[in-house]
């Protein structure tokens, strides 16, 4: 079957099974290795991605259930050279120690600032309660995300 | 790598044309909805078919949360998220918040909905228990635009089995809304955030002139489907409530359901889970009732 989406602002055609995950669309067919593939069971959340500006875990949702709607992955977090806050906040505060789960933190997190611009650590907490970091770095991700909450509320106020 | 079994994808675009596919492609199809309990299913291999109805365009005609004066309609489309984030079916039944705050996670949340929830049917699923609490009836939509309405434990004939046809589906929930001092509430242990319940209760409680005049309770994960215990009402009503009424219940509870021992537990230990669990959502049932 042939299914028609946009990925990051770019649109794509591609003939696929029905059965292909969107997780595998991205990585195998766009070649955009950013979104990772972990557990496949929908409980770690590194495949997290936006679906018409919702977060998903794209283990569980066929390529064809995105036909015809928004994508974004964290390769379209960055604007150009310049790192979204969030992307900032993760490197300035050790958000991350092997990786792996990061694009889906940052996507998760990117949604939460969006919908509430100062989380609690208790509200950043219940966010990525679906997502799971195995090198156990959670304090500094509340902090990261901390760190990009005030970065941008700075900015509203200057 | 775990992956479905090949099949052929077919979007729907209104109910009416969701049915008129089942009705072509019969046992061979199956509705997905979220997607969040089939697809995981299909991947394992334990579900299997060869034609998959995406509906979820069909969200702007079964997503709705609509309070009447004795009657909540709630469509089968609607997610897990808006069920927990609606602050009208909240304040009449605060039951459903309790449970959300405990169904997996708020990604999974974005996309599970009430009627995919239900046809799975599970015996351990939260919103079987909500609604098997609330005696709440689905509504099921076949060819023709044939409705018909059922009871939960008409709906659920057995452990992931409906009375949901090949050629019909799902299209709302409704729960009536009882007169007088109502309360709600629903309870979960589970082994860690988000999982299945080991044992979950739900209660719903409803006083006048500070007595019961109607008491329920349901149980998931202690037998085949969620369990409505009628005893409980019968034992309750006319009563004022109190802890020896929440001993009794919860008495009548562990001794009414039937678990079985596995990974999640000893069959002994989610009696007495269910004893308990009775006892504190009665409680802050009727706490709610009163307030």
């Known amino acids: ?50 679906m018409d500006g919702e977060p998903v875990k794209s283990c569980t949702v066929l390529a064809a259930m995105a036909g015809g709607r928004e994508v974004r992955t964290v390769e379209g977090l960055a604007n150009g050279a310049e790192l979204d806050p969030i992307q900032e906040g993760f490197r300035q505060c050790h958000g991350l120690q092997c990786g792996f789960c990061t694009p889906g933190m940052l996507m998760t997190c990117r949604a939460l600032l969006d919908k509430n611009p100062d989380p609690s650590e208790a509200e950043i907490r219940e966010a990525i309660s679906g997502q799971i970091c195995r090198c156990t770095g959670y304090a500094s991700i509340v902090r990261s995300v901390k760190w990009a909450a005030s970065q941008e509320n700075q900015a509203v106020t200057k | 790598m775990q992956v479905p079994a090949p099949f052929e994808y077919e979007r729907a675009t209104s109910v009416d044309h969701a049915i008129g596919l089942l009705e072509r492609l019969g046992g061979t199809a199956r509705l997905v909805a979220g997607g969040h309990s089939l697809l995981p299913m299909m991947k394992l291999r334990l579900a299997n078919f060869e034609y998959l109805i ?33 602050d009208g079916l909240a304040t009449v039944l605060p039951i459903f918040r309790d449970a959300e705050r405990v169904i997996a996670d708020p990604i999974v949340r974005n996309r599970g909905t009430l009627g995919g929830s239900l046809c799975q049917a599970d015996p351990s699923e939260d919103l ?26 008409e709906f659920h004939v057995g452990p992931y089995e409906t009375a949901v046809a090949e050629n019909e589906m799902l299209t709302e929930v409704r729960i009536p809304l009882k007169a007088g001092r109502t309360g709600s ?8 955030a988000g999982d299945w319940a080991v044992v979950s209760a739900g209660s719903a409680v409803v006083l006048e002139d500070g007595r019961i005049v109607d008491a329920r309770v349901g149980l998931a994960a202690v037998g085949p489907n969620t369990t409505g215990i009628p005893e409980i009402s019968a034992a309750l009503r006319g009563h004022e409530p109190g802890e020896d009424m929440y001993e009794l219940a919860g008495a009548i509870a562990a001794r009414s359901c039937d678990p079985s021992t596995d990974s999640r537990g000893s069959a002994d230990y989610k009696r007495h889970l269910a004893d308990e669990l009775t006892r504190r959502t009665l409680r802050t049932a009727v706490e709610r009732a009163r307030s």
């Open chain 1, 1 to 50: 079957m042939q299914v028609t989406m946009t990925v990051n602002g770019d649109e794509y055609t591609r003939e696929i099974e029905g059965r292909l995950l969107l997780v595998h669309f991205l990585r195998d067919v766009l070649s955009l290795t950013g979104t990772h593939w972990g557990c496949d069971t929908s409980n770690c959340g590194t495949c997290v991605v936006w």
């Open chain 2, 54 to 86: 995406d509906i979820n365009d069909l969200h702007g005609e079964l997503g709705y949360i609509r309070l009447g004066a004795g009657e909540v309609r709630i469509g089968a489309m609607t997610r897990h998220r808006e069920l927990l984030e609606s």
């Open chain 2, 128 to 153: 079987s228990a909500v609604c098997t609490t609330l005696d709440a009836s689905c509504v099921i939509r076949g060819p023709g635009g044939a409705e018909r309405v059922v009871s939960m434990e």
């Open chain 2, 185 to 192: 509430a629903y309870a979960k242990v589970e082994r860690r």
